[in-house]
């Protein structure tokens, strides 16, 4: 399977742009890359998502390497609510189902 | 809307026992899958149900099974309990067909814990 890699941690100020890595060198033509993130005590949520283009959202925008061994979720401002840990998702399609390959996350640290 | 529900959200248990947990996913939502969180290993796939089939598998025991209602709920179970499965057992549900990519919706889980 498909596996990422992410930094366990980063920090950031509030208001300014937060770029999160993911490194997925083993990706498949199929796999598309999500990006969620999960509040203390809460279940994940959904940021993002994409294949091959750079996708933008009203939470977030996706950049994803020409080769797609690389992708980075850019939180435009970041806000306090925005501390939780951001896990980058390989999901393969195999026709009838689709499995998930979650990374180890990074927990993002927002300071004022 | 009312999201994902699992219940219970709390349960102990003992080594040996079994347990049976439950997932009703957002209304029109067809599909479910489950996921274990633990620290360790972090966040790991379960199995994946749509319209009462399971669709996929991932690397876990026999121990570990689902199924799927008609209404779409769900449920897991996991019998003769061992100590490493003390874990924050996730649902998530989506409208997405089989084989489709799309957003899942996570309930905030059941955590169980094993003595």
């Known amino acids: 399977d498909a596996k990422t890699t992410q930094p366990n941690s980063m920090e950031s100020n509030e208001e300014e742009p937060v770029h999160l890595p993911c490194n997925h060198s083993?990706?498949?033509?199929?796999?598309?890359i999500h990006w969620y993130r999960q509040l203390p005590s809460q279940g994940p949520e959904y940021v993002i998502h994409g294949l091959t283009s750079n996708v933008n959202n009203r939470m977030a925008s996706l950049a994803i390497a020409e080769d797609r061994k690389s992708s980075t979720l850019i939180l435009h401002r970041a806000t306090l609510r925005d501390a939780a840990v951001y896990y980058c998702i390989l999901s393969r399609l195999t026709g009838t189902a689709s499995k998930l390959t979650f990374g180890t996350g990074t927990r993002l640290q927002v300071t004022l | 809307k009312a999201g994902v529900t699992q219940t219970p959200r709390y349960l102990i248990k003992t080594r040996g026992q079994q347990v049976t947990l439950s997932c009703s996913p957002i209304?029109?939502?067809?599909?479910v899958s489950w996921y274990q969180q633990t620290p360790g290993q972090g966040l790991q796939f379960l199995f994946e149900y749509f319209s009462e089939t399971q669709r996929n598998k991932g690397n876990f025991p026999g121990r570990f099974s689902g199924r799927q209602f008609s209404n779409s709920r769900s449920e897991m179970n996991v019998s003769t309990l061992e100590l490493g499965d003390s874990a924050l057992y996730l649902c998530?549900?989506?409208?997405?067909?089989?084989?489709?990519?799309?957003?899942?919706?996570f309930g905030e889980g059941s955590r169980l814990t094993v003595l």
């Open positions: 083993t990706i498949s033509g199929t796999d598309y």
């Open positions: 998530a549900s989506s409208q997405r067909a089989p084989g489709r990519t799309g957003e899942l919706f």
């Open positions: 209304s029109g939502h067809r599909s």
